[in-house]
């Protein structure tokens, strides 16, 4: 199972463009309250990409490595969520 291409597409554009659009602010010198909520709705929808992309991890390639894989595989899968789920919680 693989994230959704289009969605996730779609989404990274979407924040492409408020990256652009928080670049013209400061360009601009709006104000800074301004410029932090913008970049809060961007970073909570980055993380809302990276969310549906590690559901979509976990749902295809770790549940295959487990169905499927060597222990030797399945062991590198978990430590793979392992190792990422501490990068998350930094």
Same mark, same amino acid.
């Given at each position: 199972?693989?994230?959704d291409r289009d969605k996730t597409m779609r989404l990274l554009?979407?924040?492409r463009g408020q990256i652009e659009g928080i670049m013209k602010m400061v360009e601009e010198d709006r104000?800074?309250?301004d410029i932090s909520t913008q970049l809060m709705a961007t970073q909570s929808l980055i993380g809302?990409?990276?969310a549906d992309v590690l559901? *979509?991890?976990i749902g295809?390639? @770790?549940q295959q490595a487990l169905a499927q894989g060597t222990q030797t595989e399945r062991d590198a899968k978990? *430590?793979?969520i392992e190792?990422? @789920?501490e990068k998350l919680a930094k």
């Open positions: 199972m693989m994230a554009k979407t924040a104000y800074c309250i809302r990409i990276n559901k *979509a991890h295809g390639c @770790v978990l *430590a793979e190792a990422i @789920v």
